[in-house]
């Protein structure tokens, strides 16, 4: 991990939503409530985990509580200790989720209560609108709008800030990864640094199958990322139990989930979200400069951070003891440096 700390700012923020989860699995195993969930939940989650105090408040994202918003999850917010912006909305319910699981790593998901989306508009005057990377989760033409929209912000703002252009990481909106979007997907990598669908939602927009047998696909995904790399952007395709492929101009190599037994999975809920959140603090800390060029480095992070948030459901338990903090009573460093002696071993499909 990067040694490095700065005195203040922020290194990452996401403008995913905050959502409480209802999670029902298959039977006889019960369901849980109240859960704290959301894509903007777990990739701050993600960033946190690589922000161990003065450091944690450089994650910043943003809660609107509604009128039955629960005691309990306002404390673990305050645990984390994060530049967490909160928002009281007492006129309306917080946006709620029920998560649907079922055989063959089957997800469905349906809103209980309206949503409220995140956009621009919540980052002004505030300081989360410096952060040097940010996560977004949307369709591509609202990509090409938010990104736009925040550095126009920055722009008009009279704040101190950095005027070095911010990371952009696009997590591509499930229901828009299809054939009919590709145009605006491909608009849309002119816009961000690096673009992260699952290997389901890559095939999608292609219209093309990336499952096989026991495995995903491994050739069919490398065969689709290069028709995205003309554009510049990074590209990291998240694969589940299969890892991730990390690709820029310059080369590809896939990196292996860190759980190699389905065992160690409890709940996969936010995993992809909170992989995201550790690759932005890897690609703004993972090296001697923020950049592209940390990307690699910032997939071996993400694949961290994704171990910890699926080894339990809802979120890992946030311990201290001298002479740090420990997730799930594991300390980041040595999971970390376990993970770099599994990869000297891991021989690329």
């Keep these: 991990m990067h040694a490095e700390n700065d005195a203040d700012g922020i290194d990452f923020c996401t403008l995913g ?3 409480i989860d209802e999670i029902e699995f298959p039977p006889p195993k019960p369901p849980v409530t109240n859960i704290l969930g959301g894509a903007g939940s777990y990739s701050a989650l993600g960033a946190r985990i690589f922000s161990p105090p003065p450091r944690s408040k450089a994650v910043g994202w943003i809660v609107d509580c509604g009128s ?6 306002r404390e673990t917010i305050a645990r984390w200790d994060t530049s967490c912006l ?7 319910l917080t946006t709620r989720g029920w998560n649907g699981y079922g055989e063959h790593e089957h997800r469905a998901f349906r809103y209980t209560t309206p949503k409220l989306r995140l956009d621009h508009h919540a980052l002004a005057n505030t300081q989360l609108l410096w952060s040097k990377a940010f996560h ?5 033409a609202r990509c090409i709008d938010l990104v736009d929209n925040i550095l126009a912000l920055r722009g ?3 704040d101190v800030g950095s005027k070095t252009r911010p990371l952009f990481i696009w997590e591509p909106v499930p229901d828009l990864c299809t054939a009919k979007e590709l145009t605006n997907c491909c608009n849309a990598l002119k816009y961000v640094d690096v673009v992260s669908p699952n290997h389901s939602e890559l095939g999608a927009f292609f219209g093309r199958d990336t499952d096989a047998k026991d495995h995903v696909d491994y050739r069919a995904i490398e065969d689709l990322c ?3 790399l003309q554009s510049g952007v990074g590209i990291v395709v998240r694969a589940g139990k299969d890892g991730c492929f990390v690709a820029r101009q310059d080369f590809g190599k896939w990196v292996p989930a860190y759980h190699q037994s389905a065992e160690k999975v409890l709940d996969p809920t936010g995993g992809g979200n909170g992989f995201l959140g550790g690759l932005a603090m ?3 800390r993972g090296g001697s400069a923020p950049g592209l060029q940390n990307l690699y480095e910032a997939a071996i992070w993400g694949s961290i951070s994704a171990s910890l948030a699926i080894e339990q459901v809802g979120m890992p338990i946030l311990s201290y003891a001298e002479p740090g903090e420990t997730w ?3 300390r980041v460093e040595e999971r970390l440096s376990d993970f770099r002696v599994q990869l000297e071993k891991y021989v690329q499909p």
């Design 282 to 284: 890897g690609l703004v």
């Design 328 to 330: 799930n009573g594991v």
């Design 17 to 19: 939503m905050f959502i």
């Design 86 to 92: 909160i928002r009281e909305t007492p006129h309306r």
């Design 68 to 73: 039955d918003f629960p005691p309990e999850l």
């Design 226 to 228: 290069n028709r995205w």
């Design 136 to 140: 977004l989760i949307c369709s591509p």
């Design 156 to 158: 008009q703002s009279r």
